[in-house]
């Protein structure tokens, strides 16, 4: 999933799960920013405070991408979590090792997840933390059938659009490189991304979408983005509600009837190709009330003036911020800034998942 979702959808689920604008624009901001927090380490005050961050992504090509700690320190907490062949904690898929860690649609280890989050949430940082397990959450719909390592498990073929039957990757292939390379070229692509669904290209995050392939196995796979993304949202505003609760196992609605059909609809409607694009439709539609909560004006901003790095360390001000000793000036405030909070939330979250979580399921992950 891309920002329209993460941010636009998350936000629009959290209204309509009953938090207020400013809890609901935590939700949203935290369940994006996991994509866009890609920096690591210490970041130095000029009083002798210290304080050091995790990163929940990568920039897409780079040398992490194919380092395999990264791998299960990134990838599979934040993005492709194990989903133990939707088999509950103490029983096994079929097959080896690698089918524990395909990521599955609202799986036991899932659910654990949201529970665990749930159970934290009166932490300083609990909110932060519902955004960053609420964006995990989300792409166990979209990255399903896909493992959070460098594996062929998820080398793919006959990737083919439903609106573009006849716009098969292998068709681009043959016309860009032509009959006697194109072996060359197709293999070249699950060789160089094996990774998530990097051979799958943006189709599982785009919401509009219905699309097939061939899995690593041969076997036809049918995906309607459509249908996963919305049974995602209402599955998301039940967690949300029982967090709201503090009862993980409450008894709770879900979306309300006529927002379902709404979101649905304006996930086949709207389908510019670029996340972005689309980000700003949803933005325009909360903007003009067409939600059943009053109408507000939202923005999401990872790196500049108004964005919640800049509040905590004010960057903007300051020379010399990519100097690996550069000391940021330091002010209580930090310490209940957001940012600081989202990536407790990380750190929290991460060692939930690595730690807590994915040992009961038999699975390892550093």
Known sequence: ?????????????????????????????????VDDATEEGLVNFN??????RIKSSHKMIGYDNFNKLANHQVWIPFHFLPGNGGKK?????????INKIICRPNSPVAKDMV?????????????????VTMHVYADTWAHQGFAGVTHKINNITGLCDFDNPNDKLESRLLHYFGNKIYNVASG?????????HG?????????????????????????????EFTTAADEMCKEMQRFIA???????PGLPYDDKRLINRLMKEINDKEGEDRHKKWLHAIGQGDFSFPAVTLTYSAEQQTSWKNQALDIINQP???????????????????WKRFHDALLAHRFSVVHDILPNYGICAA
């Open 320 to 338: 010399n911020t990519k100097s690996k000793n550069h000391a940021y000036a330091y002010h209580d405030s930090f310490l209940e800034s957001h």
């Open 47 to 52: 009083n002798g405070a210290m304080y050091r």
């Open 1 to 33: 999933m891309q920002i329209d979702f993460h941010h636009g959808v998350t936000y629009v689920i959290a209204r309509l799960a009953g938090f207020d604008h400013h809890k609901g624009l935590i939700v949203a901001y935290c369940s994006q920013y």
């Open 246 to 252: 503090g009862d993980s196992e409450a008894d709770v």
């Open 188 to 196: 070249f692509i699950n060789d160089a991304l094996p990774l998530g």
């Open 115 to 131: 529970r665990n989050c749930i159970n934290d949430r009166n932490k300083p940082y609990g909110l932060h933390r519902l955004g």
């Open 89 to 97: 904690a103490g029983d096994n898929p079929d097959g080896t090792f």
């Open 199 to 227: 051979a799958a290209l943006s189709y599982p995050d785009q919401p509009y979408l219905k699309w097939e392939y061939h899995d690593h196995n041969g076997q036809i796979v049918v995906r309607d983005n459509t249908a």
